[in-house]
């Protein structure tokens, strides 16, 4: 039996719902599904679950929402009996903290792995969604819900000569399970947004020599990171579902900082100074919260934005590569800020080497290294930390087709259209958790994906009980929204970046800001809301005779 086969064989092969991906998101929406009895399939590309913290091994990986916060809330017994080893957990940890959940809610045995989605096709007559495996298996389903990640498809840059090169190359979101040794040989890092910041340290201290080809400065703050104390971690235990409560309904980001309720620049500037030097001593991405209108006003963030650049010049001793660093073509946080152990401090080891391909850029891979501004580098291994087609890339690589053999990719070719983020109109029955046009990555991406599922879940199994087979949004109501998310952003200094929430990191995608900004609280709100009217906006369909029944409640 193929693994799809063992996956399918406790279950009938027309399932009341499809979930494409096995990370943080799929998992969660399994659990929720199974309990209310409906036939449910994970089906997963990897080798195991995971998601994120499956693919990203590269070294120094973690991540950068304090663990008590980054991890699901859905079970209290599940919150308070694992113990996280420190303030921002590691790759490794996260990982084996997933594969926990999987185990003890007995996961595994409806997901089916090694199993790549290659289409999905709407069969309108049926109502119902036809998956088909890069196997070429199919599976039919009532719903198909894409649970397959804002930041899984990732991407090398479309480098001339890539075939040429006889050394190595390793991309961070697709870093080999047995690990990497770097001891003694020289190494080039192509990037330096947050997977490249994480990586390039303990890189720099095996490898040796480190040359990193940086093409835009990043702000970076310091995480600080400490071995987990039994008092902090009671902190939070004691008053979880209240803590999380907060999380969900009263913040923005999904996560609990130390909030300000003061604009920089109305304190003076030596008690605005002390501000960001206790919250940089302190570490994370905390400081963003030092004053409440960084975000919003250009020149609140420029005070915050030279308090970093004052860090870097006082961290790196070689003043061309401090100011080399130094970030200057957007405000701090409109490209997502990055979190770092000693990444301004590597700069000044000998083995290591800046170089800015602003203007003079990568242009080829050679057969012993690359060619930038017209010079040659020879390397024995070069790591891509060159990020991902974020947000919409897992879905564009899937050939998902809805009404009339409508292709999503070119239903989204001026940018994602969604209501809300979960569903888009000509897409019947068709789910995103996480989805553009949600607050997916600004937020703690746990706290969003619970309050997607929920929501998903509750939405199947009203249909369910109304005896309907299908819901769309109307047209209408998803253009306000996309209006809406796209007013919303413009109040902010965000679309003033060339990052990837506005598509920009990818050569031709239009240039869109993708992700809600209104927060998650308002946002739990509006979609709360929707459902408790009849989910309005959406419109639905009465179950016709020639139709299968899904599975009755349990
Ligand atoms: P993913 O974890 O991306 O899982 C999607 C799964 O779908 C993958 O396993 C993929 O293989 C599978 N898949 C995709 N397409 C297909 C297909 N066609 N067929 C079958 N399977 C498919 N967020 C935070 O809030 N805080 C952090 O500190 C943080 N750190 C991060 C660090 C890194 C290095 C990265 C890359 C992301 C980070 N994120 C962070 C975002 C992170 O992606 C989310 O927090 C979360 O893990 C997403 O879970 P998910 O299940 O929605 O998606
Ligand atoms: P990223 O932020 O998109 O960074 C990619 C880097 O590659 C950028 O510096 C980019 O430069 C550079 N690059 C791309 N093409 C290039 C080219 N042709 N030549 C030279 N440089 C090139 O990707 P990422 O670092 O993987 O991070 C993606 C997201 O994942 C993060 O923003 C975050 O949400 C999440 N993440 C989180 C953590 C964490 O700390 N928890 C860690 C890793 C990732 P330009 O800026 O000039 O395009």
């Not at 570490?283 to 420029?302: C, E, P, Y």
């Not at 409508?406 to 019947?428: D, H, I, N, Q, V």
Request: charged share 25%; hydrophobic share 40%; aromatic share 10%.
């Amino acid at each position: 039996m193929t693994r799809l086969d063992e996956a399918k064989a406790g279950g009938d092969k027309r399932l009341d719902v499809a979930i494409v991906g096995a990370g943080f998101s799929g998992l969660y929406m399994l659990l929720r599904l199974r309990r209310l009895g409906f036939s449910t399939r994970v089906f997963e590309a990897a080798a195991d679950v995971g998601g994120t913290w499956y693919w990203n091994r590269y070294p120094g990986a973690r991540c950068d929402v304090e663990s008590m916060q980054y991890s699901y809330s859905f079970d209290e017994q599940l919150q308070q009996d694992w113990r996280w080893s420190e303030r921002f957990a590691a790759q490794p940890e996260i990982l084996r903290y997933i594969n926990h959940v999987a185990d003890r809610f007995d996961l595994r045995r409806d997901i089916a792995l090694e199993t790549r989605i290659a289409a999905a096709v709407f069969d309108e007559g049926a109502a119902e969604w036809r998956l088909t495996t890069q196997g070429g298996e199919t599976i039919a389903a009532r719903h198909c819900i894409m649970a397959t990640g804002c930041l899984s498809a990732a991407r090398v840059p479309d480098f001339p000569g890539m075939a040429a090169y006889r050394g190595k190359t390793y991309h961070t979101g697709q870093w080999p399970h047995e690990g990497v040794d770097f001891s003694g040989l020289s190494v080039a890092v192509v990037g330096t947004g947050s997977s490249a910041i994480q990586s390039i340290p303990p890189i720099a201290a095996q490898a040796a020599h480190l040359t990193v080809f940086q093409r835009t400065p990043n702000f970076s703050v310091p995480a600080r990171n400490w071995a987990m104390t039994e008092e902090y971690e009671r902190s939070w235990k004691d008053d979880y579902a209240a803590l999380r409560q907060r999380a969900r309904a009263e913040t923005r980001s999904g996560t609990i900082y130390e909030f300000s309720t003061q604009g920089a620049l109305q304190v003076e500037p030596e008690a605005r100074e002390a501000e960001y030097e206790r919250r940089w001593r302190k570490g994370g991405a905390n400081f963003m919260h030092a004053f409440n209108d960084i975000l919003v006003d250009k020149a609140a963030n420029a005070t915050a934005a030279d308090f970093v650049r004052a860090k870097i010049r006082e961290t790196v001793s070689d003043p061309d590569t401090a100011q080399a660093l130094l970030p200057h073509d957007h405000p701090l946080g409109t490209k997502r800020i990055c979190v770092d152990t000693g990444y301004y401090e590597t700069f000044n080891r000998d083995n290591v080497t800046l170089v800015d391909v602003r203007h003079a850029p990568i242009e080829t891979l050679t057969e012993t290294g690359l060619r930038a501004g017209g010079k040659d580098y020879a390397f024995d291994a070069i790591v891509f930390a060159t990020g991902f087609d974020a947000m919409t890339g897992a879905l564009a690589s899937i050939d998902i087709r809805g009404r009339d053999g409508m292709a999503l990719k070119e239903a989204w070719t001026a940018g994602p259209r969604t209501y809300l983020g979960l569903m888009s109109a000509g897409f019947p029955n068709l789910f995103m958790i996480t989805g553009p046009g949600s607050p997916s990555v600004l937020s703690n991406v746990i706290v969003s994906i619970e309050q997607h599922v929920d929501w998903i879940a509750d939405c199947i199994e009203a249909l369910r009980a109304a005896g309907d087979h299908l819901i769309e949004p109307e047209i209408g109501a998803q253009e306000t929204w996309v209006a809406h998310v796209n007013e919303v952003a413009h109040r902010t200094l965000y679309p003033q970046a060339n990052s990837w929430y506005m598509g920009a990191n990818i050569p031709g995608k239009t240039r869109v800001f993708m992700p809600y900004i209104g927060g998650v609280g308002a946002y739990r709100a509006i979609c709360d809301e929707v459902a408790a009217n009849g989910y309005r906006g959406f419109r639905r369909e009465a179950a016709r005779r020639n139709r299968p029944a899904m599975s009755a409640a349990g």
